[in-house]
């Protein structure tokens, strides 16, 4: 049954010009909600006392950061549909001491999460408001760069310490010498002093590149030619860079988080603890060297690929707005 067409208002927090996750996510959510019928919009202001007054239903894309316009919200409009989206800050930090983000929670009528992994912080009345709704990619046609001028591991994020953005770096000064591992990262600093960091980084460390920020498109296309992802988080909601390394094919090592653990599965091979410096120098050379470890990583970004397809995310939004 298809939701009856709905004036959507999407709030979140990243500024309208960011490259940030959020951003992506707000646009490819509004894009898919627009195919289903829907009239969307985004807005940013989270101190808006008159948040949603040309909504039929408003989607905070923050618990903690939309906290303030969540209670205005409710206040104006006590009978109008409020979705709550959870990010990994949300859960993992957030959610444990924050008054404010905890009533997003208690007053929505929908929680979405990204990733299965997080109902398990979430006491038995809020999971029973959940949706799981995994991020979406679509494949970039492009060939992987070639082995023979070294091997390329991506890193994708902004610097900030909740992503331990120097993590691979360090890892990779420890690679024996005659590997032929190479670090790119992309993602901007979002401090002066992991800004300063990374460029020191790039001059005492001949295998790290750090490439600043890209558009969402050439991030997609530097995924699929990297011969590896590698993803450092202390905590993630669940990722929009694993949907496009498996979508493209591109195997992962990924940090134990419940955010990875949620779309990847307990059991997967390329797994190493948050701050295991040495746990990711080891991988990153099996990668390099054992071509049936390799192969095993590859293929299971192309089996978990199904769960990232866009026509399944829209079925899943459709679900989270049937009733509402």
Known sequence: MTSP??????LCPAHPDSRTGNRVTALRWAGHLRDLGH??????????????????????????????????????HPKRPLIVALTGTDLYRDLRNQHGAQNSLEVADRILLLQSAGLN???????????????????VVTKKFDRRRGFRACVVGHLRAVKDPM????????????????????????TAFYQKAALKEQRI?????????????QTRRHIAQSHLLVLTSKMEGGANVVSEACVAGTPILTTRIDGSIGL???????????GETRSLTQLLLRCENDPHFYERLRRISIRKSNLFIPRRERENLRKLLRGL
């Not at 969307?40 to 894309?61: F, P, S, T, Y």
């Not at 912080?121 to 494949?139: D, E, G, I, T, W």
């Open 205 to 217: 460390n001949p295998r790290y590149r750090w490439l600043g920020e890209r558009t969402h498109s």
């Open 264 to 274: 990847l599965g307990t059991d997967h091979p390329g797994m190493f603890g948050v």
């Open 121 to 139: 912080l979430l006491a038995p009345h809020l999971q029973r408001k959940c949706h799981v709704v995994h991020q979406s990619s679509v494949p």
């Open 5 to 10: 067409p709905k004036r959507i208002q999407l």
């Open 39 to 76: 009239q969307v919009e985004i807005i940013h202001n989270l101190k808006d006392e008159n948040v949603g007054r040309k909504a039929c239903v408003l989607v905070a894309m923050h618990a903690a950061k939309c906290a303030t316009a969540v209670r205005y919200y409710r206040k104006q």
């Open 167 to 190: 993590r691979c770096a360090i890892a990779a000064r420890s690679l024996p010498n005659d590997s032929r591992i190479q670090i790119d990262h992309l993602g901007g600093a979002m």
